[in-house]
């Protein structure tokens, strides 16, 4: 939520090239994220692939992904990761497409403008 917040405000503040790179961070992430979902999730059918994606979409995946921790979810027939693992996967998709990109975005922002 916060980096969508962030890229509006360079929309608005009219820093087009902050905002290029900021929509560019959140697809790559959002992409492969939902790549992880229907790999993980296709044997299940597309209604299941849609489920699992909708948290991908609103930006609530990493708490479906904690509860599924929480719960203690296991393998399902048809799935290629377990719980956990998945939820490594997308974490690390986070921090390596949006959450360091956004950072370094949001940083070249600050010392180039003040």
Same mark, same amino acid.
């Given at each position: 939520?916060?980096?969508?917040?962030?890229?509006?405000? #360079?929309?608005? &503040? %009219?820093?087009?090239?902050?905002?290029? &790179? $900021?929509?560019? $961070?959140?697809?790559? =992430?959002? =992409?492969?994220?939902?790549?992880?979902?229907?790999?993980?999730? *296709?044997?299940?059918?597309? *209604? *299941?692939?849609?489920?699992?994606? #909708?948290?991908?979409?609103? %930006?609530?995946?990493?708490?479906?992904?904690?509860?599924?921790?929480?719960?203690?979810?296991?393998?399902?027939?048809?799935?290629?990761?377990?719980?956990?693992?998945?939820?490594?996967?997308?974490? =690390?998709?986070?921090?390596?497409?949006?959450?360091?990109? %956004?950072?370094?975005?949001?940083?070249?922002?600050?010392?180039?403008?003040?």
């Amino acid at each position: 939520v916060t980096d969508v917040y962030v890229t509006v405000k #360079f929309l608005n &503040a %009219g820093k087009m090239g902050y905002f290029k &790179a $900021s929509v560019a $961070s959140l697809a790559l =992430s959002v =992409s492969l994220q939902m790549f992880i979902i229907v790999v993980q999730n *296709r044997k299940l059918g597309l *209604r *299941r692939v849609l489920k699992e994606a #909708f948290p991908v979409v609103i %930006g609530f995946k990493p708490a479906v992904d904690a509860y599924n921790i929480a719960k203690g979810k296991k393998l399902e027939a048809g799935q290629t990761i377990d719980a956990l693992t998945e939820m490594t996967v997308m974490k =690390s998709i986070e921090i390596f497409a949006e959450a360091i990109p %956004g950072v370094i975005i949001q940083l070249m922002a600050i010392a180039t403008d003040g």
